[in-house]
């Protein structure tokens, strides 16, 4: 069975950093490309960032790049983001999602999210 | 801003049938792939590509495309199908991911 379970998530000062991870079980990581999607309080969905499952070449939406990086360690079949100079703005819940092979490539399963908050 | 625009809301009787559509320019070159998000929960996948269906969708879930619109079609509606559903396509860099604003549906 896929699951994807984050967790990382909590309490950030602006300016400040924060890494929030996702454990991937019932399928290897590193065979597929994966997404980071994140959600504000009461908006809808933005894509974040990607790695590729081959080569794992990375994508950053504008919003975040130079400030995230995203990564994986195939040992552990986790995927991570490390998030730095964070603001207010970056406060949402973050899903990962396995990006399916094939034609369409939808986003065919999705972790249950973790909550990162910016606030002093 | 999203580059792909969906009617805030929607509403519909149940046991109807009710069209939510997601306009862009992606769509003239990729398959829109719809997804259903219950309060508090993780989006679910419900519609990619032609009109395919995870297994588990129930197939009163359809889709279809025409230009820079792409629809999601529900027919019968349960009061289950209550929910936001989001649309989302690759940009013109295919790396890129790009979210309609979504649409809230309501079972009258």
């Known amino acids: 069975e896929v699951q994807l379970l984050e967790s990382g998530g909590g309490l950030a000062q602006p300016g400040g950093s924060l890494r929030v991870s996702c454990a991937a079980s019932?399928?290897?990581?590193?065979?597929?490309?994966m997404r980071w999607v994140r959600q504000a309080p009461g908006k809808g969905l933005e894509w974040v960032s990607a790695?590729?499952?081959?080569?794992?070449?990375?994508y950053y939406a504008d919003s975040v790049k130079g400030r995230f990086t995203i990564s994986r360690d195939d040992a552990k079949n986790t995927l991570y983001l490390q998030m730095n100079s964070l603001g207010a703005e970056d406060t949402a819940v973050y899903y990962c999602?396995?990006?399916?092979?094939?034609?369409?490539?939808?986003?065919?399963?999705w972790g249950q999210g973790t909550l990162v908050s910016v606030s002093s | 801003s999203s580059e792909l625009t969906q009617d805030p809301a929607v509403s519909v009787a149940l046991g109807q049938t009710v069209r939510i559509t997601c306009q862009g320019d992606?769509?003239?070159?990729?398959?829109a792939s719809w997804y259903r998000q219950k309060p508090g929960q993780a989006p679910v996948l419900v519609v990619y590509?032609?009109?395919n269906r995870p297994s588990g969708i129930p197939d009163r879930f359809s889709g279809s495309s025409s230009g820079n619109t792409a629809s999601l079609t529900v027919t019968g509606v349960q009061a289950e199908d209550e929910a936001d559903y989001y649309c989302?396509?690759?940009?013109?860099?295919?790396?890129?991911?790009?979210f309609g604003g979504g649409t809230k549906l309501t079972v009258l």
């Open positions: 590509g032609r009109s």
């Open positions: 989302n396509t690759r940009d013109s860099s295919d790396n890129h991911l790009e």
């Open positions: 790695i590729s499952g081959r080569g794992g070449r990375p």
């Open positions: 992606s769509l003239r070159r990729h398959y």
């Open positions: 019932g399928f290897i990581l590193s065979n597929y490309d």
């Open positions: 999602a396995r990006e399916s092979d094939g034609d369409y490539r939808p986003l065919d399963f």
